[in-house]
């Protein structure tokens, strides 16, 4: 007999009599203030954020808000910032050290702050926790009230490998103090699009 | 040997400044959680839900093995099976070696404390780092976490200063967290570039879609995971969900229960492996599929590890992780090792004043402390009472047999607690003396309202 053969056995032993029937829950999604509720979470989780209306001014904020950024990884075409060559870079221990990377989320959850990025998709999945500033642009229409609703949007979606990122990297493990910036990004920016213009998002629509 | 958790407490609590700050920060997150769970409309609704989920899945627990081990491989992920620690420290040498592994970099995983992975790796030349921060000091002092979601609260910021200046060379008497951190991660920066593969824990494991989900805040899994080739997820085998929408309930429940936020700031869904890369979940029995059988104790299975019981626990904040003697320690810990070894473990589920502020608090509404009191009636029955209790319980249980006896003994209680000096009280002879002062003799209530207490 496996391992595998053995456990099966064992837990069909022990669940006779122990059958709890599954609730069918229903969710009502929040849609009320989402924006506010969104923003209010991302403070709560010390990341900052701007709203911006078209790209152009993206590269302004950009490189008023982090200068200097040697090395950076942008993924986002329609962000003039031109970063590390990737096509050159066979493993991701050589995008060390990587100053700033900007990457797209698919949309955001306004209970608590969480962005799902789709993280398989990325040109390289370390993008997002390797770099010391992270630079997030969401669609400021895409923002869904709860991780129900979050669920319920990724549903049937094809990753490879997704994240909800909240925040800046953090740890407490000395004696309880907050410290912003662990192992991940120790400083974040939200960027929010005024204007609806991820028109093939990957994800599906909410009714 | 059994494990003495009284005198084991009793070294804790006698550097009083030490448990003094040890208890209020416990109860600082404690309060923290209450806030975070105040906001949300439905907490009850979602504890029921949370509740059923688990109650299903665990009573459904083959047949949603094997869907999840059947969608897993559909995502080209190896499945492993162990029964034990000792074949899941096996497993994971064997894939190590066959990749010739030198560096191992691990996030926060208690299967593996439970299995002692570490020492049986470095045992066959594999160098392993704990990436967690928490996690990174225990192990540089050898020793084992004293909390199953803050492994180093036990810690003063002075000793993790002193540690980081011996091993690393960073500035002494630099006490300030902030700068500790960051020379931590400056370590563990190198330590992630030269490993060559890593190991996380799984907090969820879906049937459905055979991905497994990781929650983390410091982002250390999900650097390890992306910066090697191998990665290998350990999970017990508890930790599968049928679908991937009951991770709504979980994921809204699990950091505002452990620490008070919203939701950790990594959650990470690993589906399938990178590019040229190989993902392997190895599933881990250890003693979970006996302690399935248990009629009334299977419950304790339901448990997803935030920790909010230890927090809470009266007992736990004074004394300390360590004085359980085992990896998962506070009053869920006290519930689950008397099904791994009931005389070691005995001392555990005396362990606890029953106010059920553990099951107030727990997200998936386990009966921690019915199960506390029922444990002990089990150790009871058993005979492997721990020897200072078996003494006064046999003498407690023959004044309770008859109520006039219990009428006097009481009397006599009030009567000389009023007169008796401290050293009485605390002598060694009376453990739960050490480190406690006895209450007020109040005035006496009427008759109606003690008539009541015996109701209970
Ligand atoms: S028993 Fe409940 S409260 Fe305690 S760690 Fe487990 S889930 Fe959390």
Not at chain 2, 397 to 409: D, H, S, T
Request: contains cysteine.
């Amino acid at each position: 007999m496996t391992s595998k053969e053995k456990i099966l056995e064992n837990i069909k032993l022990s669940t006779v009599n122990k059958n709890v029937i599954l609730d069918d829950v229903e969710y009502l999604y929040d849609k009320k203030d989402l924006s506010v509720k969104f923003k209010n979470a991302l403070k709560s989780v010390s990341a900052e954020f701007l709203i911006f209306s078209n790209y152009d001014e993206t590269v302004e904020i950009i490189n008023s808000y982090f200068p200097n950024q040697k090395r950076c990884i942008n993924t986002i075409k329609e962000i003039n910032i031109s970063g590390l060559d990737l096509s050159k870079i066979n493993n991701p221990t050589d995008f060390h050290p990587l100053d700033l990377s900007i990457i797209k989320g698919d949309f955001a959850v306004a209970e608590n702050g969480a962005i799902w990025i789709n993280t398989g998709d990325l040109p390289d999945r370390t993008i997002p926790f390797l770099c010391e500033n992270l630079i997030i642009i969401i669609d400021g229409h895409n923002i869904v009230g709860d991780m129900h609703e979050a669920y319920h949007k990724t549903d049937g979606i094809d990753y490879s490998y997704g994240t909800f990122i909240t925040g800046p990297s953090k740890t407490a493990d000395i004696e309880q103090t907050l410290v912003v910036g662990a192992q991940g990004p120790r400083k974040m920016l939200v960027l929010i699009s005024e204007n609806s213009f991820y028109k093939n998002t990957n994800t599906k629509q909410i009714p | 040997m059994e494990v003495d958790f009284k005198n084991k407490s009793r070294d804790f609590v006698s550097d009083v400044q030490r448990s003094k700050w040890h208890d209020t920060a416990l109860w600082f997150v404690r309060s923290k959680r209450d806030v975070a769970v105040m906001n949300v409309d439905n907490w009850e609704e979602l504890r029921n839900q949370a509740s059923n989920i688990k109650e299903h899945c665990i009573s459904n627990l083959d047949k949603y093995l094997i869907e999840f081990e059947a969608n897993a491989k559909k995502n080209g992920v190896y499945i492993h099976w162990a029964i034990d620690g000792d074949e899941h420290n096996e497993i994971v040498g064997k894939i190590l070696k066959s990749h010739n592994i030198k560096k191992l970099v691990k996030s926060k995983s208690m299967l593996t404390e439970e299995c002692e992975l570490n020492p049986y790796l470095e045992k066959q030349g594999i160098e392993v780092i704990d990436t967690d921060l928490g996690e990174r000091i225990i192990q540089m002092r050898n020793e084992t976490p004293s909390h199953i979601v803050l492994p180093a609260i036990h810690i003063k910021k002075e000793e993790v200063s002193e540690l980081f200046a011996e091993k690393w060379n960073t500035e002494k008497g630099n006490n300030d967290p902030e700068y500790l951190t960051y020379q931590a991660r400056m370590s563990l920066r190198k330590d992630f570039l030269s490993a060559d593969a890593a190991l996380t824990g799984v907090n969820f494991a879906i049937a459905e879609t055979g991905e497994v989900v990781v929650c983390t805040n410091e982002g250390n899994a999900d650097l390890g995971v992306n910066i090697t080739n191998l990665q290998i997820h350990s999970m017990g085998l508890e930790k599968v969900i049928p679908k991937r929408k009951h991770l709504g309930v979980f994921t809204r429940m699990l950091a505002r229960s452990a620490t008070g936020q919203a939701i950790t700031v990594y959650t990470s869904h690993f589906k399938k492996p990178k590019l040229q890369g190989e993902m392997h979940v190895i599933i881990v029995d250890n003693g979970r599929s006996e302690r399935l059988k248990k009629d009334y104790f299977w419950t304790s299975l339901k448990c997803i590890r935030c920790g909010a019981c230890m927090n809470t626990c009266p007992i736990y904040r004074r004394s300390g992780g360590h004085s359980y003697g085992y990896t998962i320690p506070g009053p869920i810990g006290a519930i689950l090792t008397p099904n791994i070894d009931l005389k070691k473990y005995s001392d555990l589920p005396f362990a606890s004043t029953l106010c059920g502020s553990c099951s107030d608090v727990c997200p998936v509404k386990i009966d921690i402390h019915n199960q506390l009191y029922k444990w002990r009636q089990e150790i009871g029955k058993n005979n492997v009472l721990p020897k200072t209790k078996s003494v006064a319980m046999g003498i407690a249980g023959k004044i309770l047999e008859k109520p006039k006896l219990f009428k006097f003994v009481f009397k006599i209680g009030r009567i000389t607690l009023k007169i008796l000096p401290d050293f009485i009280i605390y002598n060694k002879w009376n453990n739960w003396g050490k480190a406690r002062t006895m209450p007020e003799i109040k005035k006496r209530k009427n008759d109606k309202q003690r008539k009541n207490i015996g109701k209970y």
